[in-house]
């Protein structure tokens, strides 16, 4: 159990253009999941934080007009790069808490490589 | 704002050696500490989940412990094999749930 699965695997984009990630919690609900994101050969940062129903709530210095984070259902949520410029590319990782109540630990998806040309 | 740091950032050892990974954090109020393992290219893989009010858990080959009163984690792999080479990281929770972590400590195993 606790699977949580994240779609695409890897994508490839031009510059300009948007992109969107999926995160879906497969055997649990979740009304909060989190977004983080790894520069290569760096630590994951949180990006922010995505609530079911309401507005995600972003950490300092992340832009929230372009990186839309939409959490419509209790078992997905998307976050959207827009206007994707090659400073973007970076791997996306997402995690999700068990609404039932906080287990101890959040599950992860297998994150989302994002290459932007 | 948790600063969780790892030392060392690298470490290359002889298959058989046993393998000592250091983690510290800065704010002693944590929820849970855990350890997680990265291959290249890949997501993270949950090594060992520590509650707060414990003091080390352990699982085959490996063992963490935590102190936090002093800010510190250690995970110990034993008898390290070719297929431990991976970086690991080591990671803090909040009481709202968040996680902070670490940059992480490469290790690679020599056969």
């Known amino acids: 159990g606790a699977v949580v699965s994240q779609h695409p695997s890897w994508v490839i984009c031009k510059s300009g253009t948007s992109v969107k990630i999926e995160c879906r919690s497969l055997d649990f609900q979740a009304t909060t999941m989190f977004w983080y994101r790894q520069f290569p050969k760096q630590s994951l940062m949180l990006m922010a934080t995505s609530n079911e129903g309401s507005k995600a709530t972003y950490e300092q210095g992340v832009e929230k007009d372009k990186f839309l984070i939409n959490h419509a259902s209790l078992t997905l949520s998307t976050l959207t790069v827009t206007s994707a410029h090659p400073e973007d590319s970076s791997f996306y990782i997402c995690s999700a808490k068990w609404t039932s109540g906080f287990t101890g630990e959040l599950f992860f998806g297998e994150g989302s490589r994002l290459t932007v040309l | 704002k948790q600063e969780v740091t790892q030392i060392p950032a690298a470490l290359s050892v002889p298959e058989g050696e046993n393998l000592v990974l250091n983690c510290s954090f800065t704010d002693s109020a944590i929820y849970n500490l855990q350890w997680f393992r990265q291959d290249p290219g890949k997501g993270l893989t949950s090594l060992l989940l520590i509650q707060s009010s414990q003091r080390e858990q352990t699982s085959g080959r490996l063992n963490a412990s935590l102190d936090k009163s002093s800010g510190r984690s250690t995970l110990y792999i034993a008898a390290s094999q070719p297929g431990d080479s991976a970086t690991y990281l080591c990671?803090?929770?909040?009481?709202?749930?968040?996680?902070?972590f670490g940059a992480g400590t490469t290790v690679t195993v020599r056969a």
């Open positions: 990671a803090v929770y909040s009481n709202d749930y968040k996680l902070s």
